[in-house]
């Protein structure tokens, strides 16, 4: 198969679109990108994030030839730019050159200075009135051209946005100087326009550096892919770029350098660093057979790989498009910041009026109350409002990807910090999910002369073979290691046929050959009392003294699974089910490095732990008791997680408890999906693709450290959400009411402006120090 791009707005394969946005400079440009995007015919949905610059437009009716052209038209009418961003595009870099940014910084400052110095020393008169007219003019006009440009676009559009304020109060102060000038005043204003414009300039310039800032981890991940790699044809190795491999390539990777693509190992045998991709410090053993994520780095031997996935199919592609997708996504909090923004710029235009009226009436002149109206005006922080939110978000997740934790959306990043009860799968989350055979018993007395352990492991091997279950592989191990050395192990004795997985209880198949041929059956003791129709307090007494072994066998935390023969209709005894117990074996699972410490980090944030479970009970008290788990349900056919998990959510006397579930992604979807947060762990061997679709949070290697983890990161990103709202707020309800009562002049007014939003970034940015919870990176 070829692997071809596809185009991301092709109507009959997509239902969404991403665009890049350009021009927008405060929250209300938010609201109105939205607006102009959600009168497109067939538009579902948009949502614009103004960190990230990045509009998803969502359209259900794809039948319709719905064209995404439109949706660059309407955003360009609206009075902004926009192209269509691809879904394996990388992060286009829009840092303009330092002459574009800082060149009218400089020009700014180097006009006001000359204003501002003289009235440092006392000398406000220092300068005659023509002179300042001439510094600030162009200041006014050229510099500020951007504002009157991008106000006038909101006003036909009738909204209003942070520009109409700047160009509004600096216009004023500009055309207040003017007038007393030619009515011979000697008290002028050209100094505070050229001072607001300037600074307002210097804060967007900095503002655009620490949003850049936050994009780090995403451009990190995607500078790992290569753009030329080593393709081996007919003609030997030959260097190719990326985008021409196809599914099926064989390329070869040398020492140092990064792993392309997705592939399996065909020749040769390295160690492999993942740590940009699951946050593993640890190099990882590679041979052949063995998978390759592409962007990991290859770290001292010759591999030979064959592609099995390329372009958007990656997981490398998959974890960027999930951080980008979680990123540009609204935060519920965010919904409340937009519909105060709406708003903002009017009830700010309405205050500034009210105080140029308050301060004419109460008997301040014309020219006190109008600087005053303007210092209203160019203190109002718009911007600060619609950066607090996603920028906490896009550095919050941005940290998390590289610990190894994928958020999806940020309904799980605001849920997570919530979470009161935590429910853990057993096998592969707590456990290492590679459980090995410890012992295995057949019932006393002599039931055939044929029939003993070794038959026994025959039967079950064949029963197993060919599946992918983790008890099938201890059962085939250690059948393999039973053989004498002398003899080869590659064929088993006997066959099974129409072998079938019996979901939650085991597996059954039809042994055709040798002296044990019929029906036969592998599973847990719930099966096999079933089956048999025994009771667990009355056993017949051949079967008791292995019942009492496999009852010791679950109180020491193994596993227990029962191998059951179909007897013969002409052999089944009278009042006795047609089934017999046939043996007991006994299966161990190691407990991960790290979970007990994450069990104990999770009680230390006051978070309930729960283990549920399939295995009985006696195997997984076993493992709670070593673990320190509060609570323990066992016995739970997959299908029947969910339920456990809505009974979590609604056992505490009616309070509604936050429930956590943490499982492998595969056969806990419906759990994960009930959860009121999903955490998918991807552990090594498979897994990992249906993890990144199953749950909210991605765990991306087998640490335990990582659920704790993921709840701090949420806890740490919300307070700084809070954080950045109470910066933005407190500007906005502190500073306009202190300039209407003529405590900050139009100066003082721009740079608390320009410093609002600087902060409130730079407040986000302090997340990127976070380096998780010192995990036991036990993978």
Not at 15 to 31: D, E, H, K, N
Not at 317 to 327: D, G, L
Not at 658 to 674: C, E, K, T, Y
Not at 730 to 745: D, E, H, K, R
């Amino acid at each position: 198969m070829i692997d071809r791009p596809v185009s991301p707005v092709s109507p009959d394969s997509v239902a969404s679109v991403q665009l890049a946005v350009r021009g927008m400079t405060c929250a209300a440009c938010v609201a109105r990108v939205e607006r102009a995007l959600r009168k497109v015919p067939g538009v579902d949905s948009a949502q614009v994030n103004f960190a990230t610059e990045l509009a998803t437009v969502v359209w259900t009716d794809t039948s319709s030839g719905f064209d995404a052209a439109s949706l660059v038209a309407a955003i360009d009418s609206a009075g902004y730019h926009a192209e269509i961003q691809a879904a394996d595009a990388p992060l286009q870099d829009d840092a303009q050159p330092g002459y574009q940014v800082w060149g009218p910084v400089l020009l700014g400052v180097a006009a006001s200075l000359p204003m501002v110095l003289p009235m440092l020393w006392g000398a406000h008169h220092f300068w005659p009135a023509w002179v300042q007219f001439v510094l600030a003019t162009p200041v006014q006009f050229v510099l500020g051209a951007r504002f009157y440009k991008a106000g006038w676009a909101a006003l036909k559009d009738r909204s209003g946005n942070m520009d109409q304020l700047v160009a509004l109060g600096t216009s004023a102060a500009w055309g207040l100087s003017c007038w007393l000038w030619w009515s011979n005043a000697h008290d002028l204003y050209f100094e505070s326009s050229a001072v607001v414009i300037t600074l307002v300039l210097l804060g967007k310039a900095l503002e655009a550096r620490a949003k850049r800032q936050t994009t780090v981890a995403i451009r990190a991940l995607q500078s790992l892919r290569p753009e030329t790699v080593r393709r081996l044809g007919p003609q030997g190795e030959v260097t190719v770029p990326l985008s021409q491999v196809l599914m099926g390539d064989t390329l070869i990777v040398l020492p140092g350098e990064s792993v392309p693509t997705d592939g399996q190992v065909l020749e040769g045998s390295s160690h492999v660093d993942e740590a940009m991709l699951t946050g593993e410090p640890l190099p990882v053993s590679k041979t052949v057979g063995d998978h390759l994520t592409g962007g990991s780095v290859n770290a001292e031997g010759r591999l030979m790989l064959l592609v099995t996935a390329t372009g958007a199919q990656t997981m490398l592609a998959q974890i960027i498009r999930r951080v980008v997708e979680a990123q540009s996504a609204k935060a519920p909090i965010q919904r409340v910041v937009d519909r105060v923004s709406a708003v903002f710029v009017p009830v700010v235009l309405l205050v500034a009026l009210v105080t140029a009226l308050g301060w004419w009436l109460y008997g301040a002149g014309g020219d006190v109350a109008l600087i005053r109206a303007v210092a209203v005006l160019v203190i109002a922080c718009p911007c600060a409002l619609g950066l607090a939110t996603p920028a906490a978000i896009m550095a919050g997740t941005g940290a998390a990807a590289r610990q190894g934790i994928l958020i999806k959306d940020p309904q799980a990043l605001e849920t997570a910090h919530r979470v009161t009860v935590l429910a853990f799968d057993k096998t592969g989350t707590l456990t290492k999910g590679q459980p090995r055979l410890l012992e295995w018993q057949v019932p006393g007395g002599v039931l055939d002369a044929y029939w003993g352990q070794d038959a026994a492991l025959n039967v079950a091997a064949a029963l197993q073979r060919g599946s992918e279950h983790p008890l099938a592989k201890a059962v085939l191990d250690a059948w393999a290691a039973s053989q004498p050395a002398s003899q080869p192990t590659g064929e088993l004795p006997l066959a099974a046929q129409a072998i079938a997985a019996v979901p939650g209880l085991g597996i059954q198949g039809h042994v055709s050959q040798g002296p044990w041929q019929g029906d036969w059956c592998l599973g847990s003791t719930r099966w096999m009392l079933a089956q048999t129709g025994i009771s667990d307090r009355d056993q017949p007494p051949d079967l008791a003294g292995l019942w009492q072994q496999a009852q010791q066998w679950s109180a020491n935390g193994a596993t227990v699974s029962w191998l059951m023969r179909k007897l013969a209709n002409d052999a089944i005894p009278a009042h006795q089910s047609a089934w017999q117990a046939m043996a007991a074996m006994a299966f161990g699972d190691e407990v991960k490095p790290g979970a007990a410490q994450a069990v104990a980090k999770l009680h230390a944030m006051g978070v309930h732990t729960v283990m549920i479970s399939g295995d009985n009970l006696g195997a997984a008290q076993a493992i709670a008791r070593q673990l320190g788990i509060d609570q323990v349900i066992a016995e739970v056919m997959p299908g029947d997680k969910a339920d456990h998990i809505q009974r979590l959510q609604h056992n505490d006397g009616g309070r509604r408890q936050i429930v956590a579930m943490v499982g492998d992604g595969i056969n806990d979807a419906p759990a994960l999906a009930a959860a009121d947060v999903g955490m998918a762990m991807a552990n090594p061997g498979g897994g990992t693709d249906v993890a990144l679709q199953a749950a909210g949070i991605t765990l991306m290697r087998g640490d335990p450290m990582l659920v704790p983890a993921a709840l701090e990161i949420s806890r740490r990103t919300s307070a700084k959400i809070w954080q950045n709202l109470g910066w933005a707020f407190g500007y906005n309800v502190i500073g306009i009411p202190l300039a209407a009562l003529g405590g900050l002049n139009p100066m003082l007014a721009g740079g608390a402006m320009a410093l609002s939003s600087v902060s409130v970034v730079s407040n986000a940015l302090l997340l990127s120090r976070w380096r998780g919870l010192g995990a036991g990176q036990s993978s």
